[in-house]
Nanobody, 127 residues
Framework: QVQLVESGGGLVQAGGSLRLSCTASGRTYSSYVMGWFRQAPGKEREFVARIRWSTTSTYYTYYTDSVKGRFTISRDNAKNTVFLQMNSLKPEDTAVYYC?????????????????WGQGTQVTVSS
């Protein structure tokens, strides 16, 4: 069992930055692929980014096209925490952001790839 708690959301002006954190509790955290999703009002929850850790201590990241070059996902296995650094924020980035954990192969773009979810944190970008 893995419990996930997000933090770091808030209100920011367009062009600004926010850093989201997601702390996991439970064993074998490092074996899980960690992802971030977001859900805007009236829309489906969509994939944002994910990070996979290999046995050689190499991280593999993958992003949806709309955030490439602006968002960076990273993780600190020693602290059981995954981060999402969001720069050059746009009003269309406004959503509730969710952290997720799963054990799977593949890109990790699907909600069904993930077994555990956090409660979400609100990010609002004003124009």
């Amino acid at each position: 069992q893995v419990q996930l708690v997000e933090s770091g959301g808030g209100l920011v002006q367009a062009g600004g930055s926010l850093r989201l954190s997601c702390t996991a509790s439970g064993r074998t955290y490092s074996s899980y692929v960690m992802g971030w999703f977001r859900q805007a009002p009236g829309k489906e929850r969509e994939f944002v980014a994910r990070i996979r850790w290999s046995t050689t201590s190499t991280y593999y990241t993958y992003y949806t096209d709309s955030v490439k070059g602006r968002f960076t996902i990273s993780r600190d296995n020693a602290k059981n925490t995954v981060f999402l650094q969001m720069n050059s924020l746009k009003p269309e980035d406004t959503a509730v952001y969710y952290c997720a954990a799963g054990q799977f192969l593949g890109l990790g773009e699907s909600r069904s790839d993930y077994d555990y979810w956090g409660q979400g944190t609100q990010v609002t970008v004003s124009s």
